[in-house]
């Protein structure tokens, strides 16, 4: 199946009012490539402002909680973030599983949230090193996928990441035939569960993907874009990337 090309950067922890910028930049670019889908999920404080001068990207969150309101200091609901111009979010993001202690059924909870609320979702799953190593990666995110796996889960709305937990912001990546096994065995395991909707969800790499190895990556054939990291905060490093997908 020719699924559409999505691209997004999670701008993590970094991004301020004076970097908006690079916001209205990289729209510009992702005008001028109609043949891929460009987002940028930014800080919650960036979202409202960045919503303005996105261009052709749209804009996501990074979190959403599983909550519609209630008593959760600090936390964002799916209709807050739609309210301040949030298109999609991430769910389940290594660094939320690790940090915050978020579970498979957390993160699959989060994910109803936010459709409830009418964003799509970016859903992350990876492994560590050890995991890696013990050669039973496969089995493992195949695994914490369908744990994580919202009810209906569909191609119009879910993505799934797949992020190696062990090549995030370190410059290392796993190697192509790694990459082309993962993604293999990711939509075999979506396959299990929704079927013939399978076929048509796209499957992002998310780790440490950048100009030099974005078209090598994006060629792999269920490689459907990237969730991109530090490349992502500039246009001067997103733009080969885009490009790369297009």
């Not at 599983?66 to 949030?86: D, I, K």
């Not at 370190?170 to 396959?191: K, N, Q, S, Y």
């Amino acid at each position: 199946m020719n699924r559409r090309k999505l691209v997004v950067g999670n701008w993590k922890m970094n991004g301020l009012k004076a970097h908006l910028g690079e916001v209205e930049a990289i729209g510009g670019i992702a005008a001028n490539h109609q043949g891929v889908d460009v987002g940028l999920c930014v800080p919650a404080t960036l979202i409202a402002a960045a919503a303005q001068v996105r261009g052709g990207a749209f804009i996501g969150a990074q979190d959403c909680h599983m909550n519609a309101s209630g008593a959760h200091t600090g936390c964002l609901s799916g209709a807050m973030l739609a309210e301040a111009g949030a298109g999609w979010t991430i769910v389940g993001h290594s660094e939320r599983r690790q940090d915050q202690g978020e579970s498979d059924a957390d993160v699959a909870a989060k994910a109803l949230a936010a459709k409830a609320a009418g964003l799509k979702v970016i859903l992350c799953v990876g492994e560590s090193l050890d995991v890696r190593d013990a050669g039973d990666a496969e089995a493992v995110v195949s695994a914490q996928l369908l744990a994580s796996l919202p009810e209906g889960a569909a191609a119009d709305w879910l993505a799934i990441a797949y992020e190696p937990i062990w090549a995030i912001g370190t410059g290392r990546i796993p190697t192509m035939e790694a990459v082309d096994a993962m993604h293999r065995a990711l939509r075999d395991a979506l396959a299990s569960r929704i079927g013939d909707e399978a076929a048509g969800m796209r499957i992002l790499y998310g780790g440490s993907m950048n100009g030099d190895n974005a078209a090598e990556l994006m060629g792999i054939a269920d490689v459907d874009g990237g969730l991109v990291g530090g490349a992502s905060l500039t246009a001067d490093k997103f733009a080969p990337i885009i490009a790369a997908a297009d």
